[in-house]
């Protein structure tokens, strides 16, 4: 396991002297506006930022230096729209007939000026001269206002914290106040990744849900809901045999691809395509089923700067409905003695303890295993990694182990 370490971070080409080739006119402007065509396509079509950013970087031809810079300002400025639309609505005479582009360059200004740590005239400037000259006059007028008027005090913890309303009330109820803000301030800064040993960037607390499953050379694992294959190409890496199955064809492309680049032997990994709540599997067979589930994410919001915006309270009703199911089908996967581990990347207690509180009525014969201990805090019979403990996503993981001899061998063995 290695070091994390934080994306390239993108300087502002218009205040770095070392930046560009000399001569270049208006450096950053192209930046900036492709930044805002993707906050655009984002806002007016319900482009996911992590699809079209890619795509419009793709097709342009700035240097890795913008790109990155492109990225933090797309990323950056989506996870804090609210915190960026209340800075500038207080100068806007009638905010509500902004039309999506001015909005988008508002926010971008908003978002240098704030977050970004872009010195005042640079930011103000900057934005001002690559925005279209419709919009000059407004940004420069409402840009100014806001550069003056910071360091401001926050209306709301939602409004500081760029975050709705429910998320914000949802965790603190599930966590208490101080830790669920605590967790969600640490989710706006931008993720760290690691690289693994055999090259695979993951984040540690993936990582550490893999330590936790525990490989035993030769162990026969189900992976339930495996793509794009983060965890089921770390399990096979430890020695074990893996089955590693997902219902959406299109990931478990990525899982193919994943474990083609790492060279894993097709005898000890194999893919499947299929819902987890019926499996085309004979059941009874598996040492261990990992059941990463479909989650509402809410442990990893700095990877997913969109997704605060997305998610609703119903969304997390249907997925804690849909984890247990896929439970019910993961026990019957298992050989007599075999484990259950049980990982999310949320924090919502629906999804953590209520899931924990339901097996122990539903299924009183299995026995939770040691949670692990560390950064993790104990939460129930299982274990919650909060991202401000060690700078990693948020997860909630739970071992069981159903009856039956721990050694008991397989009927694959
Ligand atoms: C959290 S992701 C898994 C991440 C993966 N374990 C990794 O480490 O790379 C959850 C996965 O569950 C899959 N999924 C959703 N519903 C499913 C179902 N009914 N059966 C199987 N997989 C499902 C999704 O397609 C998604 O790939």
Redesign the pocket.
């Known amino acids: 396991m290695s070091e994390p370490r934080r994306p390239q971070r993108g300087s502002d080409p218009r205040t770095d002297a070392s930046s560009g080739p000399k001569g270049r006119s208006a450096p950053g402007v192209a930046a900036r506006q492709l930044a805002v065509d993707a906050l655009v396509r984002i806002d007016a079509e319900g482009a996911y930022a992590n699809l079209i950013l890619p795509t419009l970087l793709s097709r342009s031809s700035l240097d890795q230096r913008d790109r990155a810079f492109v990225t933090e300002l797309v990323y950056g400025t989506t996870r804090m729209c609210r915190s960026c639309d209340w800075l500038v609505d207080r100068f806007l005479p009638d905010p509500e007939r902004i039309d999506v582009t001015a909005r988008a360059w508002l926010r971008i200004g908003a978002f240098q000026l704030a977050f970004l740590a872009t010195p005042a005239h640079a930011a103000v400037g900057a934005t001002v001269e690559a925005a279209p000259r419709r919009l000059s006059g407004l940004c420069n007028a409402v840009l100014r206002k806001v550069a003056t008027s910071l360091p401001v005090t926050w209306p709301s913890d939602a409004v500081r914290l760029s975050q709705p309303d429910w998320i914000i009330e949802r965790l603190s109820e599930d966590l208490g106040s101080e830790t669920a803000l605590a967790a969600l301030e640490a989710m706006n800064a931008a993720a760290t990744s690691s690289v693994r040993e055999d090259g695979y960037v993951q984040d540690l607390g993936?990582q550490w849900i893999v330590e936790a499953v525990g490989v035993d050379i030769g162990d026969l694992i189900l992976?339930?809901?495996?793509?794009?294959?983060?965890?089921?190409t770390a399990l096979a890496a430890a020695g074990a045999r893996v089955v590693a199955?997902?219902?959406?064809a299109g990931?478990v492309g990525l899982v193919v691809e994943n474990a083609r680049r790492l060279q894993l032997s097709a005898d000890s990994f194999m893919v499947l395509v299929?819902?987890?709540?019926s499996l085309p599997i004979r059941p009874g067979i598996f040492d261990k089923v990992?059941l990463?589930?479909?989650?509402s994410g809410l442990g990893a919001l700095r990877r997913r700067p969109d997704a605060r915006w997305r998610i609703t309270p119903g969304d997390i009703d249907a997925l804690g409905a849909?984890q247990r199911r896929?439970i019910e089908s993961a026990i019957t996967m298992l050989r007599p003695g075999g484990e259950l581990i049980f990982s999310?990347?949320t924090l919502s207690r629906a999804e953590s303890l209520d899931i924990d509180m339901w097996i122990g009525e539903q299924f009183p014969e299995i026995e939770a295993l040691p949670a692990p201990g560390g950064v993790w805090t104990p939460l129930g019979r299982g274990a919650l990694l909060l991202p401000q403990s060690a700078d990693t996503d948020g997860m909630y993981i739970l071992r069981l182990r159903v009856p039956g001899p721990s050694d008991a061998p397989n009927s694959l063995s």
């Open positions: 993936s992976d339930m809901c495996a793509a794009p294959g983060g965890k089921a199955s997902d219902v959406r990931r299929a819902d987890g709540t990992l990463d589930a479909p989650c849909l896929l999310v990347c």
